[in-house]
Each structure stands twice: as C-alpha cells, then as structure tokens.
C-alpha cells in the first residue's frame, strides 16, 4: 500500500476532482482522510513512475501545492496508538458505547472476566459478559460519572466510570458510552499500602495506644537518629518496613530510603541491584553502566526486607560492606564509599538460623547492633480498634463513601480474633468490609472472618477456670460468631446439628440478640 498526503487549500469541489483524477489512471482507493488543509490517500501500490505522473497531475488541480508519502494515515495511527495504550493498561478497562456494546478492552478485563480477547470477532454486548448485570451495568455506563460496588458472580468488584462525549469539532453533542474500570477490594487495598509506603513517615503518624506499642516506639526514637546498623524483628504485617521509614525520617528525612526484597530475586540481579555494575560487565547491561541500591541511598537508608531469606553469596557481600564501608561495582575493581544507614527486618528467628548454619553467624552480630522487637496484633489488643477505625477512615476517602462506624458485634468479633496478618491482615479486612456495605455501619458478617481463634492470653486466662467454666466460654463465643452468619434459631439449630429450642434458650442464657 501507498500512502500519501496532499497539501491543498479548502476548497469545495477539490475532493470531488481529486477522486476524478484517480479514477482516470485506474487508482485502487483503499482509503481517504480529510484533515485542515491536508488530504490524506491510501492507495494500492503502483510503480514510481506512473506514481510521479499521477502526482504532477494532481498538482495541476487549483488549490493542491504539495504532496509526499506518509508510513501511516491518521486513523492508522490513532488506532495503533490507542491500541499501544490498551494494551500496556494494568487494570481490567473496557469502553462500552450507550448501548452496551464492548468497543475495546485491556488484557487485564479478558482475564478477570476469563474471556479469549483473540476470539472476540463479532460484537460482543453487556448480556454475552455480564448476563446478571446488565441492566444496571447499562444504566450507570448511560448516567456517566460514578464509582459503585457490583457482585459478578463469586466476584465482588469495585466500578469506576467515566463518559464517552461525542464530538462535533470541539464541543461535545452527547453522550456515546462510557469507559469502565473494573477493580478488585484487594487491588485498592494494595495501591493504598504501596502509596503509604511511598510516603515520608514520622513517629507521629504511628497509630498506637497500646503499652507493648507504645514501648517499641519509644524505643526506636532514641536509636532512629544512630548510624549504627539496626535489625528490627516481628511477624509478618506488623509493620517491621513503617518502623524502619520512621527511623529514616528521624535521621535523615531529606535523603533517599531504598528498599531491598531479598527473597524476591536471584542472586544475579540481586547483586545488580545492590551493587550496580560497570558497562559491559555482561551482556545485556547498559552503556555506562548503573548504580546499585547502596549509591542511590547515599546519605539515607537502605532497608533489606526478610533478611533471613538472604542468600549465603549476598551474605558474604553484605558483610564486606558492614566491615569496610566500601564494595565494588560488578565488573569493576573500583572502590566505591557511601554513607548508607543499614536496617534490616525479618520475621525469621535469625539466631536459630545461625544455629542451623543457614545464616552466617558473623552477618548477624553485625547487624544485630541495634535491636527492636515488634509485638503482634494479638498481643497489642488495645491498638485494634484505633487501628480498624484509621482504615475505615481511608478506605470512606479512598471509595467517596460516608463515614462508616463499626457495631458492637464487629468491634467483639475483631477483638477475639488472633490475626496471624496482623496489622496488614485488618486493613485488608477492613477495606473489604468498606467496600461491601450499603450502609453507614460495619457488620461481623461484612468482616468475613474466619472463626474466632483462641488467643494465647485468653488460654492463659483458661487455668484458672473449672471445664465447666470453660466450656460455657467457648459456646459462648461460638454462638456470638454463627448467629450473625445464621440469624435465627432454626437456621443456627441446623447449623450446629441440635434442636431450635436448645439454641434459643442458650441465646437467652448468654444474652445474645439479634
């Protein structure tokens, strides 16, 4: 094909003879464009000399003064520009005309939607994806603007949409469709986490009321201005990686904070991104080379995530550095020095790793300098609920929701529970439960929490009660569970296996209502 654009004057009549002169030399037209001043022709390929030819004659039409040759029309472009777009767009988007017909989608919506994008040929309408919403997916694609909640299926999902305007030059005339992003509750709760850890922290932005919190906090203010290497220890979701910014902006908030997650790469690319490597030290590496992680957080910190999955190669690198204060770029014998704030966290018990010989030994009183013990939820229950109620804060702004408020059940059901995720475990739990309510108020049975675990303290409190005692409590909390998933007597009988009868008088007897 032969594409080509004529530099003309807006004149009427000059498409009309344009179209005359192609027709004369026998032309196959595959497409034409108009533009301001400019008209564009897609023809079949034809030699270059009748091509000149053709040119010269066109040249001669009044008001045509110029012509060349382009590699793409403007619709070509636009088409391969916004299919680039689309295609590179991480979240499931799809754009629907007014009447529900799927105009173009990312990779992301076929995959949530299990759907072959390559197997989409003839329209595909509202009812063919969404049979069960299609109605109401139609309305709010017509209404335009607006965020809302839909269950598809086993799926609940957050929808966002923004309107299609029709243009008329460059007015809009009308309403042509909508574009629709489809999003998981997890999707938004993990943005969030990564915006907040992107964010510079400070000790006052640190929600916690508890003594054992409290304490730890404490703490780290008076070692976070130290340049001495500090290891911070805790489960996983307590908030190892917020303790350590916390300490970074106490020292050195105007500097860099660089992030290593050392299980999240192999011991290659993993040196690279710590060490940086010199041009050509491999193939594939970039002209001039590349800084590592320790010359980007010059004069801040550098944070190695999950320390304990730390390879023994990297180890011995690591503990070069500790000693020397220097290391060497890969590819280079040439010295670099940086004044870099190591911390490290782990949930890994890192002194029985050195007695298995899985973490060396001398690495770990080099970065056992300084030392903080992060509590777990269950053992910090005081924090719960200031905790759930700055998540319910964020997640109302983040959704355009009202203020929402926990019930009394809610507030007892997240007490009782033992949260192995600890703190990232209760604001995903509660930013799900933000999501999927249609009130102002936040139910044990939007929670959807597992059953309640016994936590450590309360057996503790157990040795000081008869099996009798003992078992009241628990059929207690049992009850207080189930009977909000199974809201009456005859539904929680049938649940539990024993009469109505039996389960109304124990509800009586514990106090529980509805």
């Given amino acids: 094909m032969i594409r080509l654009v004529l530099t003309c004057d807006d004149r009427l009549g000059l498409t009309q003879e344009v179209l005359t002169c192609l027709v004369e030399h026998a032309i196959d037209l595959r497409g034409i464009e108009l533009a301001e001043r400019k008209l564009y022709l897609k023809i079949k390929a034809i030699d270059s000399v009748p091509l000149q030819k053709l040119m010269q004659q066109m040249l001669v039409i009044e008001g045509i003064h110029d012509w060349q040759l382009v590699e793409l029309m403007p619709g070509e472009r636009e088409h391969i520009e916004i299919q680039a777009l689309i295609t590179g767009y991480p979240e499931a988007a799809a754009s629907f005309d007014s009447e529900g017909v799927l105009l173009a989608a990312s990779p992301a919506f076929f995959r949530l939607f299990q759907m072959e994008s390559n197997a989409v040929v003839e329209p595909v309408c509202l009812k063919d994806i969404f049979p069960h919403q299609e109605g109401t997916l139609l309305t709010l694609i017509r209404a335009g603007y607006g965020q809302h909640t839909l269950i598809f299926g086993d799926k609940t999902l957050l929808v966002e949409l923004f309107p299609l305007e029709q243009q008329e030059g460059i007015e809009p005339v009308g309403r042509a469709g909508a574009v629709v992003i489809f999003r998981e509750p997890v999707q938004v709760a993990q943005q969030i ?13 640190v929600v916690a009321v508890s003594d054992a919190m409290t304490n730890v906090l404490e703490q780290a203010k008076q070692i976070g201005q130290l340049d001495a290497p500090l290891l911070i220890e805790g489960e996983t979701g307590v908030g190892k990686e917020l303790i350590a910014r916390c300490c970074h902006h106490l020292r050195s908030k105007d500097k860099p904070f660089m992030a290593l997650n050392c ?32 010359e980007l957080a010059h004069g801040g910190t ?30 280079t014998n040439d010295e670099v020095r940086v004044n870099v704030r190591v911390v490290a966290t782990t949930q890994k018990d890192l002194r029985s790793l050195c007695e298995q010989q899985l973490f060396r030994e001398d690495l770990f009183y080099r970065l056992n300098v300084l030392n903080l013990q ?3 939820l269950r053992r910090r229950k005081n924090d719960i609920e200031p905790l759930a109620e700055y998540f319910i804060d964020m997640a109302c702004q983040r959704l355009q929701k009202p203020l929402c408020s926990l019930t009394v059940r809610a507030r007892q ?32 049975r939007l929670l959807h929490m597992p059953m309640m675990q016994v936590m450590d303290d309360e057996l503790d409190d157990l040795e000081q009660v008869t099996l009798h005692q003992a078992i009241h409590q628990f059929e207690k909390r049992l009850l207080e569970h189930l009977y909000p998933l199974y809201p009456s007597s005859r539904k929680l009988g049938q649940r539990l296996g024993i009469s109505h009868t039996a389960v109304a008088k124990k509800l009586k007897q514990f106090g529980i209502k509805d």
């Fill in 263 to 294: 299980a999240a790469l192999p011991d290659n690319a993993a040196e690279h991104e710590l060490f940086g490597y010199a041009s050509g030290a491999f193939e594939g590496a970039v002209e001039g080379g590349k800084p590592g992680l320790l």
């Fill in 302 to 331: 550098l944070c190695f995530d999950e320390i304990g999955e730390m390879s023994p190669y990297l180890q011995v690198k690591l503990l070069r550095f500790l000693e020397e204060g220097a290391f060497r770029r890969v590819g």
């Fill in 374 to 376: 992060v509590p777990p």
């Fill in 193 to 205: 986490e990564r915006w907040q850890r992107s964010k510079n922290i400070g000790f006052e932005q």
């Fill in 413 to 444: 059901a997240l007490r009782r529970y033992n949260w192995p995720g600890n703190v990232r475990e209760l604001e995903n739990t509660i930013f799900r439960a933000v999501s999927m309510t249609t009130s102002e108020q936040i139910t044990t």
